[in-house]
């Protein structure tokens, strides 16, 4: 066994290697022509936290095969080169909640402060704004770990009388436990209710900072993922479906395009003004509502622009932009059948298995179970690509809120056009719904993550810390997310085919 052990710790090491140069080329070919070569720290940031995210992720199929690479073994201490996987979840998760509350935070600030300061004002302000979280973070932390960190586990106190070992064993349906003359001596099968008892200790703190942030994150992960989930793999088919038919001719070309230029202008004009309040130190509600409507704005006359540019393709290659378009609505709409069966699973799986008890069937967890047989790698990519969708349905969810509520700020990521700002928001987004994911994960795939060290923190220990564990003993965070999941699918159903009529003249609320 010692050998593959020693294998899995290699597979660690390049996975994780391979994780931090996927991540770095994301970076470069989403980032922003106006971050090249610069914004070096908020880069590092990125690419550390998507790293961090996706390991997370991974950690799960990794904690079930160092399980089985002790199944021989009386205990996993007992083999050679066995990884710490409790201790290795903790650390990425502490990790992960720094980046998140701390690290993240300073980033933006200091990316988005004002540009005429000098480098060190800039950074005071920011470690600033960071010191102040830091500070009520630690106090909340602190107060709610010695109130209410504990956790209440219920056990059944259990007692016998004492007996002559029996010369020969003899049980059946009506003698069911070791007796002499007819009297069953043990208490567990005459137990009642009133033998139940409540076992209460207190968590570690590192737990318990677990435990917290995936609450945040569980909130997050049942409203973004509950919708994304459903407009994840819709959005694509209903693209193909409101998609240009036919080249337009160059008249309506300019038509079009005169439009969208007096549209670009009101923008910039607006922009202007919004950025003389800023400087001018009035940024109140009615500021921040206006810079989200400019957002709003000016996202959509970018995808205004984009789609006369696929209508009217110009060019000594304007036949090739053309039929590279028609190809790309048809690559849509296959990956939007094939989200949509992977978001039906994941629906399907979660009624079956998780709101329904005691379950219906095991359904995905015996297909990762007999994919593993088939092959192992088999079925840990196929766990793992079903933990990274629920991601990409989360950032999916966030965009399709954010465009249509006040309160959630828009931070589109787009090949070769994403700021660092942008960059950020969606690391720590990620960040925050990856432990609500792995845990919901380890919960949802609870026979393919059996007595792994996930199941541990994440199950026995979330699911009993004191004021928590109702969240999870009632189903909250699922209910919630198969409900949007339902509501946005009606939603696409019933909106999602109309084509988005162009906005009329632009103007700031006063």
């Known amino acids: 066994m010692g050998d593959f052990n020693l ?7 390049v996975v994780c290697v391979l994780v931090f140069i996927f991540n770095v ?51 996993n201490g007992a083999c050679n080169l066995t990884l710490p996987m409790k201790d290795l979840w903790l650390a990425v998760y502490i990790v992960d909640a720094v980046l998140v509350f701390f690290i993240i935070p300073f980033a933006m600030f200091y990316y988005e402060g004002d540009q005429d300061k000098s480098v060190g004002k800039r950074i005071k302000s920011a470690l600033l704004w960071v010191v102040t979280t830091a500070i009520v973070c630690a106090l909340v932390l602190g107060i709610l770990y010695g109130l209410v960190g504990k956790v209440d586990f219920t056990v059944m106190h259990l007692s016998s009388s004492n007996t002559n070992f029996p010369s020969s064993w003899d049980f059946s349906s009506s003698q069911q436990c070791i007796g002499g003359s007819g009297t069953r001596v043990c208490s567990a099968y005459l137990a009642n209710a009133s033998s139940e008892k409540t076992w209460t200790m207190r968590t570690t703190f590192p737990e318990y900072v677990v435990a917290l942030a995936t609450i945040v994150g569980s909130v997050l992960f049942a409203i973004f993922g509950g919708v994304g989930i459903a407009c994840l793999p819709l959005g694509l088919i209903f693209s193909f479906i409101r998609r240009p038919k036919a080249v337009i001719t160059r008249s309506q070309y300019i038509k079009e395009a ?83 069966i992977v978001s039906v699973a994941w629906v399907a799986h979660i009624i079956v298995y998780l709101l329904i008890n005691p379950p219906l069937h095991p359904f995905l967890n015996e297909v990762f179970i007999k994919m593993h047989d088939v092959w192992g790698l088999l079925g840990t990519a196929a766990f793992a690509f079903f933990c ?4 990409l349905a989360v950032i999916a969810g966030a965009m399709m809120l954010g465009l249509r509520l006040v309160f959630i700020t828009i931070h589109p990521m787009k090949w070769g056009a994403t700021l660092m700002n942008s960059f950020l928001f969606n690391v720590g987004l990620i960040l925050l719904c990856s432990i609500s994911v792995i845990q919901f994960c380890s919960t949802a795939f609870g026979y393919y993550a059996q007595a ?54 632009f103007q700031l609320s006063t």
Not at 29 to 48: E, G, M, R, S, T
């Open 452 to 505: 792994t060290a996930a199941q541990e923190i994440f199950g026995h220990t979330l699911q009993s810390l004191r004021g928590i564990k109702y969240l999870y003993k009632y189903n909250v965070f699922q209910i919630a997310f198969v409900v949007l999941a339902g509501l946005t699918f009606v939603y696409y159903a019933a909106f999602g085919w109309r084509r988005k009529k162009p906005s009329g003249r």
């Open 258 to 340: 005169t439009e969208l230029g007096k549209k670009a202008r009101e923008l910039k004009k607006a922009a202007d003004a919004l950025h003389q309040e800023e400087r001018s130190g009035s940024k109140g509600r009615k500021w921040r509502k206006n810079v989200k409507a400019v957002e709003k704005e000016l996202l959509q006359l970018e995808e205004d622009v984009k789609l006369l540019e696929e209508m009217y393709p110009q060019g000594e290659k304007a036949e090739t932009a053309w039929a590279l378009t028609v190809l790309g609505y048809l690559a849509k709409l296959v990956l939007g059948f094939l989200g949509l």
């Open 7 to 13: 294998a899995l710790v290699i597979v660690a090491i």
């Open 25 to 75: 080329y994301l970076l470069v070919n989403f980032q922003h022509p106006d971050d090249a070569n610069q914004a070096y720290f908020p880069k590092f940031v990125v690419v550390l936290g998507l790293s961090v995210a996706l390991i997370s992720i991974l950690m799960l199929p990794a904690d079930v095969a160092n399980r089985q690479a002790c199944k021989n073994a009386i205990y």
């Open 388 to 391: 990274i969708y629920l991601l």
